[in-house]
């Protein structure tokens, strides 16, 4: 998983919230901790995609306090060989189960307003663009989007 997490920073610096070298730092045993607190339980969860020996891809679900009927959901990353095989779609449908699971019905999450790729794939997997517009979390002159569909 730090593997990949590492690749998904230098790959997309502004999709996630922390910096490769940040990533870096961390020592193993955190990411072994984070790992299995997510590995259970309704409030996160993170599911990887592992044709055999390397991770490929990634994609997370949380819930937020204000809407408890929605699950977030964040870090989604497919490694460059993997795009368009259709595994980003096996990774939403993944995190959809789980929220429906947890009983909440509808997925959300945010795209930076110009990354057109991630814009159209979510489109392609039935997210919609809701209008909502809200700061990028770390870079103050970005923007990113809503989008939203059913679990």
Do not use: K
């Not at 999450?109 to 517009?133: C, M, S």
């Amino acid at each position: 998983m730090r593997a990949l997490r590492l690749e998904m920073l230098a790959d997309s610096p502004l999709a996630f919230l922390e910096t490769v070298a940040d990533a870096a730092a961390r020592p193993h045993a955190e990411y072994a901790l984070r790992i299995a607190s997510t590995s259970v339980g309704s409030q996160t969860a993170q599911f990887v995609a592992d044709p055999g020996g390397r991770l490929v891809g990634h994609a997370g679900g949380t819930v937020l306090p204000s809407e408890p009927e929605l699950t977030v959901v964040y870090a989604v990353y497919v490694t460059p060989d993997w795009r368009g095989s259709g595994l980003l779609s096996d990774l939403v449908d993944a995190v959809a189960a789980w929220s429906r699971a947890c009983g909440r019905p509808e997925l959300m999450l945010e795209v930076v307003v110009g990354n057109d790729r991630a814009y159209r794939a979510y489109q392609r997997l039935g997210f919609v663009d809701t209008g909502v517009r809200v700061p990028h979390p770390t870079v103050a002159a970005m923007t990113e989007l809503q989008m939203r569909r059913a679990a």
